[in-house]
């Protein structure tokens, strides 16, 4: 976190100065640049609580050391579903946040799956966004199920966020899509 809180510093001036606003996102402060390799970690080990893993304190008081307008939070929520508290990290951070990184995982591991195609609860996770009145920018950090199909992803993810599961996680058996509702009705990759 020094390490961090040092490197931020050396740049914050200029970043400032242009304009942009850097963002600390919640993440695996174990091993940070090997979340699921590299250091020999895959996940988190199986006799460990996950809260040895929260670092949200760890992140909001170096955001909060900074006391700066450009220095924030990233709230990545595939990250807080796989530690094992979405709901709880997103009070933590709350008005930090100025950047969402969007995913899904089924806690296993940092999968980077398509909004919907995981085990992540899309209507608790709505529910949050929808709260924050904020400026923000959100960032779907995975590819479309299908190849190609960004436009479809981000009908989705709209859906998502909005309470169109509904509940359900019904499947299109033509398309393998999720069968999802919007302001336009409901909708797979086929319609």
Aim: charged share 20%; hydrophobic share 35%; glycine share 12%.
């Amino acid at each position: 976190m020094d390490l961090c809180a040092e490197s931020i510093g050396a740049v914050l001036p200029e970043a400032a100065a242009a304009g942009i606003t850097l963002t600390i996102e919640n993440t695996f402060f174990v091993a940070p640049q090997h979340w699921d390799g590299g250091s020999g970690i895959s996940g988190r080990p199986p006799e460990s609580a996950v809260t040895v893993y929260d670092d949200m304190g760890k992140i909001c008081k170096l955001i909060d050391g900074f006391a700066s307008p450009f220095v924030a939070g990233c709230f990545d929520v595939g990250h807080a579903h796989y530690l094992g508290d979405v709901a709880s990290d997103f009070a933590k951070m709350g008005e930090r946040i100025k950047l969402y990184h969007i995913h899904d995982n089924n806690t296993a591991r940092d999968m980077h799956l398509p909004p919907g195609y995981g085990t992540l609860d899309w209507e608790l996770f709505g529910g949050l966004i929808r709260s924050d009145k904020s400026d923000y920018y959100a960032y779907i950090e995975a590819d479309p199920w299908t190849p190609g199909q960004y436009g479809h992803m981000i009908r989705e993810t709209n859906a998502l966020l909005n309470g169109g599961r509904r509940g359900s996680n019904k499947r299109c058996l033509k398309c393998g899509h999720l069968i999802l509702v919007d302001n336009e009705g409901e909708f797979c990759a086929c319609v």
